[in-house]
């Protein structure tokens, strides 16, 4: 069954700093992988999405992820973290045959001025 | 394009009553998901509409939760009755095609069963 783990449920760095935020999946197949962010009290927001091809996916607001399978994983990053990114993070893949998505538990980011 | 509606934003009920939520996805979009999140967990998929049939169910509690979507649009999730377990927020997604995995999600519905 494909799963996904992030390391550490709360991140905090300075603002300015650089943004690492870690994700391993298992998966059976080649998967696709996706970063969704959470600002409170809101849906949840695509950030970035691997499917194929190159594997440093850039997407919004200045955040990238590379695929690493020989790591399985997935990692976001931004070189400088801003207030404004101080959200819950989430990783995630399609969860096996069909569309159902397998959400990592999620990184809350804390931006430190 | 307006994004995922979802209605109400928030409600409070006890245990043991029912209750209802209301999603109208994006225009045009033929899968329609509902998530459960619960407080500090990612989102746990309920149950995934592609028009108005329901591709899976596996994880939705059908003994208590109920969904449908009339016509292939608007959708709506009920449990009934509520239990305390059942409070958290509840998120509706939809995306153009199962095919296409990127998926749009509304604000969410949160749940408080007392």
């Known amino acids: 069954a494909q799963s996904v783990t992030q390391l550490g449920s709360h991140v905090s760095v300075s603002e300015g700093a650089l943004v690492l935020l870690r994700c391993n999946y298992s998966s059976s197949v080649p998967p696709y992988l996706f970063w969704y962010v959470q600002y409170p009290n809101q849906g949840l927001q695509l950030l970035l999405k691997y499917t194929t091809g190159a594997t440093l996916v850039k997407g919004i607001n200045g955040f990238e992820a590379e695929f690493k399978k020989s790591e399985t994983s997935f990692h976001l990053t931004k070189p400088s973290a801003h207030m404004s990114d101080a959200a819950e993070y989430f990783c995630?893949?399609?969860?096996?045959?069909?569309?159902?998505?397998?959400f990592g538990p999620g990184t809350r980011l804390s931006v430190l001025p | 394009e307006a994004g995922v509606a979802q209605s109400p934003r928030y409600k409070i009920i006890e245990k043991r009553q029912s209750v209802a939520f209301w999603c109208n996805p994006i225009?045009?979009?033929?899968?329609l998901y509902w998530y459960q999140q619960i407080l500090g967990q990612g989102p746990k998929l309920l149950i995934q509409f592609q028009n108005n049939g329901v591709v899976d169910d596996s994880q939705l509690p059908k003994d208590r939760f109920s969904a449908e979507r009339l016509k292939g649009v608007d959708s709506t999730l009920k449990i009934q009755p509520a239990k305390l377990e059942d409070s958290a927020v509840y998120l509706c997604?939809?995306?153009?095609?199962?095919?296409?995995?990127?998926?749009?999600f509304g604000p969410g519905t949160r749940l408080t069963v007392t």
């Open positions: 225009s045009g979009h033929a899968t």
């Open positions: 997604a939809s995306s153009v095609l199962r095919s296409s995995y990127e998926q749009y």
């Open positions: 995630a893949l399609p969860g096996g045959y069909g569309q159902n998505f397998v």
